[in-house]
């Protein structure tokens, strides 16, 4: 296993356009989180998921936001309607339930111009 | 978001000197962890702390959680230029079950060789 995988690395979006990010957690791993991180600051959680099920959403994540985990394995991160606010480094990370030192990804860059 | 309020915000050295940073927090986690991130990427999980006054060493970084639960600590011996980056603390609060993390605004580490 190579680790938490995320595309795209960099995506350049116009405003109001949508974009999918996509995770690949460790295999082994039954929990994965999603967090943002804006320049200069440290990530901030979004939304995580045990298995499939959605447990927790952050008031970050507006309605505009939406993630999946089908069959409990990769995830999808959907931003619609983008807005230049959105512009922000998208980190995923999986752990094993109840550990808490979790594996992130390298991220995806979103830049919304 | 909460973010945790780390210190110093930078810091600027040179090889061989030992670095210390520490991390606060206004309520009681029952978890701290450090992470290191390089430009562009992910963190990487360095130490993590599960009990209070626990001192844990990793090669040359060695941290400690706090006795009130509301701080940690790092300090790096013996700098070298690799270790440049940011460094995060991030905490678990206290009954919390879903393993989400609020992390520290950062401090920069720049190692003059």
């Known amino acids: 296993d190579t680790g938490v995988s995320q595309n795209p690395r960099h995506k350049i979006t116009k405003r109001g356009q949508n974009v999918t990010f996509r995770c690949d957690p460790i295999s082994e791993h039954n929990r994965l989180y999603w967090y943002r991180q804006t320049l200069g600051q440290g990530p901030e959680f979004l939304t995580y998921?045990?298995?499939?099920?959605?447990?927790?959403k952050s008031r970050l994540l507006s309605d505009r936001f939406s993630a999946e985990r089908p069959k409990g394995s990769f995830s999808t991160l959907e931003i619609q309607r983008t807005e230049q606010g959105d512009s922000a480094m998208y980190l995923c990370?999986?752990?094993?339930?109840?550990?808490?030192?979790?594996?992130f990804g390298s991220g995806t860059r979103l830049t919304v111009v | 978001g909460q973010q945790l309020n780390q210190s110093p915000q930078s810091m600027f050295i040179q090889e061989g000197e030992d670095v210390s940073m520490n991390c606060t927090s206004s309520?009681?986690?029952?978890?701290w962890l450090w992470y290191k991130q390089d430009p562009g990427e992910g963190p990487v999980l360095l130490i993590a702390l599960y009990k209070a006054g626990e001192l844990t060493s990793n090669g040359r970084l060695t941290a400690q959680f706090g006795i009130t639960r509301k701080d940690s600590f790092l300090n790096i011996s013996a700098s070298i230029p690799s270790d440049v980056g940011i460094y995060f603390c991030a905490g678990s609060s206290y009954g919390g079950a879903t393993n989400k993390l609020i992390f520290g605004t950062g401090t920069l580490l720049a190692v003059q060789p």
């Open positions: 309520s009681i986690f029952n978890t």
């Open positions: 998921f045990q298995n499939e099920a959605q447990l927790e």
């Open positions: 990370a999986s752990s094993l339930q109840g550990n808490y030192g979790y594996t």
